[in-house]
């Protein structure tokens, strides 16, 4: 999946603010790039289990995973420096990962493997300590750090190279950098309801894909669940042949060599679904991966209504400001205020107090068009930066999924290929009946 | 009607039938020989699964045969007092003992239970082919559903078939009314009455209490094989069912599952030919499942289960058999205890004894008979559903392969693009 990614070229975080923003606004291939994962190759090697106390002073067992890291250039060389490593939890990825979707709110960041087994069929387990369950997570966290180490702007960041490198403080360095107070504050106001006036067009289309991209993945997974649940009884009953025939061979003089040996066929068949699919559940967890991008992908949407939101709200209280402006410099009241009306019926204030309103006005309009201004770059920037990278990831979308599918045709076509074994086996042994 | 055009040598052909309908009960492959339950559906490629050495067996066993029955046509007749199926019988033959060379008649499902209780009757120890259930009470299946009456056609066939095959059956005079009278409802009534086959059964049970006094050892080891058959029959029969079941709900999940691809190929631009590519592959799967499903539930289900009551049959043929030998056994004793009056009994026990001996020899030839086309049938059965089975994961992969090879060509093309911009 992301491995692909090493070969390409990906422009840097210095030439994308350089560039003029019609040229950003194409998914560039520049030829050489700062891009983390050129510099440093990094796998997530293994996984290991640990004990220890949790906040509440309770024991709790946890899982940690290896994180290595090794100099590109020295490899290259020939050289064969054994890696740099370090542990770290499920968690702390969560950590680096809200780091950075808060650090680029325009940036749709790769998300990290589920937290819990979802869309189970029966017989996988959904226990986050079972060991099929941590490898495949162990796989997805190692996916995760390739994405975001190959992202032409997610790449650069440091919090991520200390990820890499830096076992103890780590976290505390992230928390310093403040990035929680301002998490929980564009929380607060995403998930509160509001309107934009004028919407980005594009990206509210992108928020509508990303929608659809989250249920059909989401069906899609469930229908899938069922008919591998569906899939798993219709090989295991055949099992029952194996005993039943073995025993009725017992009887039979002439039938009893073919019907035993095709029973063996018949527990081999039984035996054989469970590698097709844990197989599949490789193809599960490509989707899956897609699942969570589309919710990065809806967030990024959403942020830009807020920042889009912010600007209106700006926008309304400096003209508001303006308005009251006029109407104390030259007394005509153009709208109902109560102050006009009381102003009506009880006289206006003296010229002295009218004065330091106006000065203070004057200072507050000042502010406001700053503020505008600032907002209305932020959300230009926003919109130029979030659909830069939304084509980026349209396109790697359509390549990993597409090779998903072309996966998802090989193991099918491996299961056939081992029916055909069986079947014809199996009719070999009738014959012989 | 009558005027149904038989052809000379029908193996392997189609019949010539006037009414469309007949074409719905039976189309294609009406075998003969054997009995052999191919399924008729005009979709499925069956013949490709029969193997060269049976239709060699079947081959020559149609230049041998000088009778032929089949069973088609179901009719349903509704009268004030009752509503059921008749099946037109069709028979051709060259034999002598028959009038005419043709013969047809209607028949209903009580009328071949006349036929079977007769046969048994007469012949005691002969193994009769089984007659499909009165009721099936395992599915709620309404007496007069298409699916059901054609299941119980193809069985009445096979059973009339199979007596056709039997050197000693096929000649009984019953057989022979039951194929060309017009009305069998008299012979019905003159055969032995309730009453009598009531003072039969209690003349069993009694001898059945007495126990056997010794017990030749080949009918020993025949009837532990016939119990252990019948056991092995049933949980053949329960796995296959529960085969079929699950197939069934895979078959149905399969179903829900390829929409989703579609649906999502709908949102999509570059990724919808992809998506409507698996979406497409899953649903052609889905319909070989279908066809397998039914595959397996018109040949091998079929073929269980009338060996599951062959086993029933069995047992019923070995009771009798004790029967005889108990009565025997009997009436020896007393003419042992007998001081006057000996000649007389005396005929009556060599009479039994003969009965016993004729019995034995009877059962013994039938047994090596039944066991023959019992391996026959039970071996073809499996081998075609392996054959199929094989042909199904074939098709599937066909259509996976297709899948890819496009895909894999798609992406030589766009890489080829590229190169050239």
Redesign the interface.
Known sequence: MAEDVKGESVASNDESDRAASDESLSNTMLTEGSCLLRRMEICVAEAEKRSGKNAVSMQETYTVYLVETRPMDAIAEGRNPPPDSLWRRYSEFELLRNYLIVTYPYIVVPPLPEKRAEFVWHKLSADNMDPDFVERRRIGLENFLLRVASHPVLSNNEMLYHFLTKEHGWKEMVYETGFQTKADSRLRALSATFRVRSPHKRLVEMKH?SD??QS??S??LR??T??A???Y??YK??G??GR??S??S??EK??GD?LQS?GHHMDAYAASVDDILEEEEHYADQLKEYLSYAEALRAVCRKHELSQFELEMASQDLISKKQQREELATGIVRTFSLKGMTNKLFGQEAPEQREAKLNLLEELIAEGEETVKEKTAECDEHAEKAWADIVRFKDQ??KD??EA??N???M??SM??K??QV??N??EC??K? | MSGAKVPADISGHMLDLDEEEDLEVFSKNTSLAEGNPMPNSPDSMVNQFRLDEENEEEQQGAINKDIFVTVDNPESHISAIETFITYRVVTRTTRSEFDSSEYEVRRRYQDFLWLKSRLEENYPTLIVHPLPEKFVMKSMVERFNDDFIETRRKALHRFLNRITEHPILSCSHHFKVFLTDEELAPHRKLGPGFLSRMSETMRAMANSVRGLRSKLEEFAIMQEYVDDFSNNMCSVDKVTHRITKEHREYMDELKQYGPTYFQWAESEELLAEPLKGVGSCVEKCSKETEEQIQYLSEVLVPTLHEYVLCADTLKAVMRRRDNIQAEFEAKNEALASKTTDKEMLQEEVDDLADRVEQANNALRGDWSRWRTSMRADLKSAFISTAAKNVDYYEKCLAVWESFLLSQRGESMEQRNGADAS
């Open positions: 894909y659809g991209l059909h993945t069906q899609l229908a899938r069922r008919v649940d569906r899939l009884a219709v009953v055949h029952n042949y039943v025939f025993e009725w017992a009887i002439e039938m073919g095709a979308k359509d999924l597409k599918f072309i998802y045709a090989l099918q076509i056939c290929k029916g055909i079947w014809s199996a009719k009738f014959l009946m």
